[in-house]
């Protein structure tokens, strides 16, 4: 757990106002900046992006001419537009989402695939309906075990397969979750393209490839789904050969203050950062200054919701210069310990290991 | 409390584009659109703005480089710079901000001043620092019985009196309570320069004019402060010659799903709202379809910070056609309920009346 600082280790520049920390192009993939995970909510322009083909082609119309098709399983198909989803009741929360390959380019050794550092994980306030409220308008087949949801994006997901759409299901019970719905406006505002513009799926507590964008069709399935994104792609492959789907977010906590490398004047310093649980809430959040030795418990400050990630601050006197190791650990209401190791798995998912931070007071 | 829709009473159009809705200007003075009030969160851009002059001359370069002084009524004087202040403990909270001649157009007879309907009112995520901990950094004189904050906006209030700036004081047990901040993020964001960039005060709970904007210097004062904004400005005067200052936002509720004059087809009707109550939290809210002849529950719902607005919503049937006025009341914690009528006071403040919405079953 100890970490010396490399003396030129430069601070990351604060890109605020450039937007994301660009990880992947066609289709566009970028994390939320450092200095952006400082803040509860996350700015819209500031939301980690990660698509997984080109955005599909809508337009500004489509925020009340969009429609969805509804498919029961027993022929029965239902379309609803835009206009008649937002005149159904209303439900608002704050949701954090984060990419199930986030902090991947610690991973050793090395695996492919967007190399995220911490910024694939964002906060945002979603309004929508929820989607139980929606598949309550037709006959789901009572022979259906899973609900598809296709979005409008498509292309070829990797060579030697052919074209299709963004594809994921979930079981029936997650599905009529009065907390999982269709979401319109992110922060306030009709959601920007790269966030699924004009209606996207959100699954709270889940990692992010759930939450599927620019839904087009929802369909009761009579057969567990494995298509590419759910039985290929998304699926933590372990070195022994076990392997299964991705699902909730694992408990997590980082440090957010401050940047690896970064020298600072000695004197009192404020500690803080971020932790979450998937659908569980954080009970408490512990912080090492000197590389997992001892442990002091944060206190948990800002807002907070269900399903949000919560903020946690610890004042911290320095007692010597030199260098510092910084550590959060999180522990949330059902026993769950955030692992002191991320453990290697064949495509880089679900990795919520410590993440040391090292400081030198000057 | 009958209200009869005006069949041309067109529904104002969504102008979430175009941004506020213009009340005054020089200086700009603006409400938020209806269609914005539908959302729990407010984006910065369409956050009602109320300045008292043109803005001051703030640069980029102020978001490091500001500075305030405190002045703790003995003659010490403390320069802290912006650099500074972010380096403090960080505090963030939802916090609902109202002007206090919100509503102030519904009021019989006409009084002067803006002439806001019912968007002089939103709600956001601020981040800051406690200003007990700035207040911290100087000793405050023993005989102090205020701290008076000066914003860097200058002018002339009105005919007849002397160039000023923007100032405002309060008690000391208010400026010390943890939840007052010196903030310079609003919703993840630098504070933009309507709302105080780089750094304004956030008293929760309170009207808006307490929360001084563009804050540069904090005074401990030994009598208390009778200014113009505090003195003249922002008091209470009724009909009786009974007077006195603002302080806590009285309990509110109103309808933001449907506007006045709406027609709507027959069907289930999703009705929501928001509803808050200063420093208290909101219980409940009452909702009634027949112009106050009989009330129902409303859900509370969507995410709630201490000092933030609260959401509700209900689900109604129409039993027929025709005109229904909606109407919402609130009721806290501490048994404050909504008045029926609004008090009439000589300058139009802190109106909370019943707002009935009249709409056209067809």
Request: glycine share 8%.
């Amino acid at each position: 757990m100890f970490c010396k600082c490399t003396e030129n280790n430069t601070p990351q520049t604060n890109n605020l106002s450039t937007g994301l920390k660009q990880v992947g192009d066609k289709p566009f993939v970028g994390e939320t900046p450092q200095n952006a995970l400082n803040s509860w909510l996350t700015p819209n322009p500031l939301f980690y992006v990660r698509s997984h083909f080109e955005y599909p082609d809508v337009s500004d119309s489509d925020r009340i001419n969009w429609s969805i098709y509804i498919d029961g399983g027993d022929g029965e198909v239902k379309k609803i537009t835009m206009k008649e989803l937002m005149r159904m009741p209303k439900r608002t929360m704050a949701v954090t989402m984060e990419c199930a390959g986030n902090n991947r380019s610690d991973l050793q050794p090395k695996v492919s695939g967007n190399q995220f550092d911490s910024g694939a994980v964002s906060n945002a306030i979603w309004t929508g309906v929820s989607l139980s409220h929606v598949l309550d308008q037709v006959n789901i087949s009572s022979d259906s075990v899973e609900i598809l949801f296709e979005g409008a994006d498509r292309g070829v997901p990797e060579q030697g397969y052919g074209e299709s759409s963004y594809l994921r299901s979930l079981s029936l019970d997650i599905a009529n979750d009065p907390d999982t719905i269709l979401a319109y406006e992110m922060n306030g505002e009709p959601l920007p393209i790269e966030h699924g513009f004009p209606l996207r799926l959100v699954v709270p507590g889940w990692y992010g490839m759930a939450s599927v964008k620019w839904v087009k069709s929802i369909t009761a399935i009579k057969e567990p789904f494995h298509g590419y994104f759910q039985g290929k792609k998304y699926v933590v492959r372990y070195e022994n050969g076990k392997e299964h789907p991705l699902t909730e977010m694992q408990i997590k906590s980082f440090v957010t203050s401050h940047q690896h490398g970064e020298s600072i004047s000695n004197g009192p310093i404020s500690l803080s950062g971020l932790a979450w649980a998937g659908r569980a809430r954080v009970k408490s959040v512990e912080v090492s200054v000197d590389g997992g030795k001892t442990w002091d418990n944060a206190t948990l400050n800002g807002p907070s919701d269900t399903y949000s990630w919560q903020k946690w601050s610890l004042e911290w006197v320095p007692a010597n210069i030199g260098h510092h190791t910084l550590i959060a650990k999180a522990i949330d209401f059902n026993g769950n310990k955030q692992p002191i190791e991320s453990v290697w798995n064949e495509l880089g998912y679900a990795l919520n290991g410590l993440k040391p931070v090292c400081i030198n007071i000057v």
